[in-house]
């Protein structure tokens, strides 16, 4: 399989170091616009490298892992050389539409993973309507990572929030659970807080209950847990939770209309 790369940053490093596992990359190919990201991306997965776009045969397909900034730097770079191929872009905060628009491509779809594809144990929302007919194989391809899941663009965009966000709102909730406590060291009690994540996780996958039945399984009546559970919800935890997700929801607006000025 013959794959372009446009982009080397943290979230297509992810996916390729995924993918490594499973599938065979050295007819992978990687271009960054300075060219040292790509070089030390494609030594790590087993990839090449191209500086030039120009003189490439027309691939499978092509991911787009640039930031939402570039794409008008890309479609000066791109021209009209790949336009009858299949883009699969992970920008965030741009449509379909408009990428289509801005690359002059045919068929694109997106994709919005989250960094745990690294390990095999992300999450990958796709859509698209100009290449319905392909969504199922890039499923099956990015169920390689973890879940993939197909959704309308509404949802992927809404639920980028939860699945690639995500993973930063547990790591701060950790950490801070962990900066709670006296006991052992910063670096023993993050060791500590990392396990019982992982053993939340696990469970919380593997068990038919849901949420708040796993909740009320760990805790008991007048006990310790249930203490600190009702203060936080006596503080409006959830509704805490629901202002952050508010927030940036909004964000991802403003962003938009950023995207579209430029």
């Known amino acids: 399989m013959r794959v372009l790369v446009l982009g080397a940053g943290k979230m297509t490093e992810a996916i390729l170091t995924g993918f490594k596992a499973s599938e065979d990359l050295s007819n992978w190919m990687i271009f960054s616009p300075s060219g040292v ?14 500086t030039d776009l120009q003189n490439i045969e027309t691939p499978d397909w092509i991911l787009v892992g640039c930031k939402p900034q570039q794409l008008p730097d890309l479609k000066q770079l791109l021209g009209e050389k790949f336009k009858d191929s299949l883009f699969v ?18 068929y694109l779809i997106r994709v919005m993973p989250n960094l745990p594809v690294e390990y095999r144990e992300g999450v990958s929302l796709l859509c698209s309507e100009s290449a319905r007919a392909r969504l199922g194989s890039f499923e099956a391809l990015f169920t390689k990572l973890g879940t993939a899941l197909i959704v309308s663009e509404t949802e ?77 919800r006596s503080q409006g935890f959830s509704e805490f939770v629901k202002k ?19």
Not at 197 to 224: C, H, I, N, P, R
Not at 244 to 262: D, M, N
Request: no cysteine; charged share 30%.
């Open 37 to 50: 990201s790509a070089k030390n991306l494609s030594a790590k997965i087993g990839a090449k490298v191209v």
């Open 156 to 232: 992927l965009d809404e639920l980028t929030l939860l699945t690639g966000s995500g993973p930063a709102f547990f790591y701060e909730f950790a950490k801070n659970l962990s900066h709670s406590f006296e006991s052992m060291s910063e670096e023993q009690r993050e060791k500590l807080v990392r396990q019982v994540l992982l053993g939340a996780a696990k469970s919380g996958k593997s068990s038919k209950k849901s949420l708040s039945e796993m909740t009320d399984a760990v805790t008991s009546k007048a006990g310790v847990t249930i203490a600190v559970l009702e203060n936080w």
């Open 89 to 106: 872009s992970i920008l965030a905060a741009v449509s379909e539409e408009e990428q289509r628009r801005v690359l002059n491509a045919k």
């Open 244 to 262: 952050g997700i508010e927030a940036g929801k909004k964000r991802t607006e403003e962003i938009k209309a950023l995207l579209r000025q430029s």
